[in-house]
Nanobody, 124 residues
Framework: QVQLVESGGGLVQAGGSLKLSCVASGRTVSSYVMAWFRQAPGKEREFVAAISWNGGNTRYTYSLKGRFTISRDNAKNTVYLQMNSLKPEDTAVYSC?????????????????WGQGTQVTVSS
């Protein structure tokens, strides 16, 4: 079993930055694909970014590429999401997820483990 705990969310003004962290426990996730998804009120869960086990392969939802950066530190069992130039429409609960292969990386149903999420609110 893998437990994922996100942190780093909060309230930020438009144009600001936040860095989310997701720490894994229970077993090492160094061989796992890690991803971030988000869900805004009244909207479906949306893929944000994914990263391969060694960080060599990353994918982003097109509209966020350039503003968001996913990274990982396997020694710390942690994945990060650096979010810059935040906009009010980025307001959502951000959750990290893990699975053991890169196939269907943007499909939330393919992920085996999930964190509880952290709230990000961007004010205008």
């Amino acid at each position: 079993q893998v437990q994922l705990v996100e942190s780093g969310g909060g309230l930020v003004q438009a144009g600001g930055s936040l860095k989310l962290s997701c720490v894994a426990s229970g077993r090492t996730v160094s061989s796992y694909v890690m991803a971030w998804f988000r869900q805004a009120p009244g909207k479906e869960r949306e893929f944000v970014a994914a990263i391969s086990w060694n960080g060599g392969n990353t994918r982003y939802t097109y509209s966020l590429k350039g503003r968001f950066t996913i990274s990982r530190d396997n020694a710390k069992n942690t994945v990060y999401l650096q979010m810059n130039s935040l906009k009010p429409e980025d307001t959502a609960v951000y959750s990290c997820a893990a699975k053991n292969d890169f196939g269907q990386y943007n499909s939330y149903s393919s992920y085996e483990y999930w964190g509880q999420g952290t709230q990000v609110t961007v004010s205008s």
